[in-house]
T-cell receptor
């Protein structure tokens, strides 16, 4: 069965410093992986997705993530944090090929705070 | 560019009352989903639909019913609301092809007193 573990529930960085949000997954198949962002009182917005093409995936707003099969990780990074990046981030695995017709399995979220 | 629209945005109910949450999408997506979001729990799937006239149970279906009479609409019903159903509810939709991202509405905040 697929699962996702976000290793930090809360990350705090200073504006202009790098961001690292960690995610490990478990999957019986070649997974599809996503990162979503949720700003306060808003729905979830897709940041980026990995679907077995390039292992380094670039997303919106300067974020990127690297798929490492040997480490079963899909960490999200950004070189320089901006105040507007403060939000909650969800790592998500799709078990489409496990027969669940595209259902997503969500991590519990990492809340990113950005200090001025 | 409406995308996924949820109605209402906020609602307060008394225990035992019933209500229906409406989700509408204008992207011609085949798949639609209802999730609930609780603090520290991420999103949990309640029910989903792979096409008009079909529905299926997700991870936490008890106490909820759904209907997909039209391709663009997915309704979530609470027949007898309980305080444990206080949550933020999100609707999402996606294309049928494998591993397509889901598009989310802005949520419905529901409080059961």
């Amino acid at each position: 069965a697929q699962s996702v573990t976000q290793l930090d529930s809360h990350v705090s960085v200073s504006e202009g410093t790098p961001v690292l949000l960690r995610c490990n997954y478990s999957s019986s198949y070649s997974p599809s992986l996503f990162w979503y962002v949720q700003h306060p009182n808003k729905g979830l917005q897709l940041l980026l997705k990995y679907t077995s093409a390039a292992t380094l995936v670039k997303g919106i707003n300067g974020f990127e993530a690297e798929f490492k099969k040997s480490e079963t990780s899909f960490h999200l990074t950004k070189p320089s944090a901006h105040m507007s990046d403060a939000a909650e981030y969800f790592c998500v695995v799709s078990d489409f090929y496990g027969g669940s017709q595209g259902n997503l399995i969500f991590g519990k979220g990492t809340k990113l705070s950005v200090k001025p | 560019n409406a995308g996924v629209t949820q109605t209402p945005k906020f609602r307060v109910l008394k225990t035992g009352q019933s209500m229906t949450l409406l989700c509408a999408q204008d992207m011609n997506h085949e798949y639609m989903y209802w999730y609930r979001q609780d603090p520290g729990m991420g999103l949990r799937l309640i029910h989903y639909s792979v096409g008009e006239g079909t529905t299926a149970k997700g991870e936490v279906p008890d106490g909820y019913n759904v209907s997909r009479l039209k391709k663009q609409n997915f309704l979530l019903g609470l027949e007898s609301a309980a305080p444990s159903q206080t949550s933020v509810y999100f609707c999402a939709s996606s294309y049928r092809e494998g591993n397509q991202p889901q598009h989310f509405g802005d949520g419905t905040r529901l409080s059961i007193l």
